[in-house]
């Protein structure tokens, strides 16, 4: 086995072009060798979706994905969703205002699910934020804040396209 691999990967939206060993987890990757310690690190066995990115628009749990099987690939984490001057996104402000946010340890998971899940359903109900986030564990909430931030972040994004939408008419 090599040493090290070269690998391209976007993180973010930056190209990095980068030497890693075979055997570098992808959440290894984005919070030591990246700087991203966005991406919490739980159970490290794929169960408590803590460390869920997006890989290719699919939510991924980077703990059981080796950072060299991701050459060409596009990777978003949570810091991916705030604006460069610090706006939040409307999924960030929805957790803040529905009070779906306790300890944080499970939030960027969530966050990164949601984001994946409105992405596909810009309007979903009860049934689908359970199907999506069914897999992220959160140890202080009965979820029913974190369910009720994910449909509000739809709406919010809604109306922030309807609004964009009718500026350009």
Not at 15 to 44: I, M, Q, S, V
Not at 63 to 68: G, I, Q, S
Not at 126 to 152: F, H, K, M, P, W
Request: aromatic fraction near 2%.
């Amino acid at each position: 086995m090599p040493d090290k691999v070269r690998i391209r990967i976007t993180v973010n939206g930056t190209r990095h072009d980068l030497l890693t060993e075979p055997r570098t987890l992808l959440a290894d990757l984005l919070r030591g060798d990246l700087a991203l310690p966005g991406t919490h690190l739980g159970c490290e066995q794929g169960v408590c979706g803590a460390c869920t990115v997006l890989v290719d628009d699919v939510a991924t749990r980077s703990c059981l994905v080796f950072a060299a099987q991701l050459d060409g690939a596009s990777v978003r984490t949570v810091e991916s969703l705030a604006g460069a001057d610090g706006t939040l996104h409307p999924i960030q402000r929805a957790f803040t205002q529905e009070h779906g946010l306790q300890c944080g340890f499970c939030t960027p998971g969530m966050l990164m699910g949601a984001c994946e899940l409105l992405e596909r359903v810009p309007e979903p109900g009860r049934e689908d934020v359970e199907e999506a986030l069914g897999g992220n564990l959160c140890r202080c909430t009965g979820y029913q804040n974190i369910v009720r931030s994910v449909r509000a972040a739809g709406r919010l994004m809604a109306d922030e396209k309807s609004e964009q939408s009718g500026v350009r008419a």
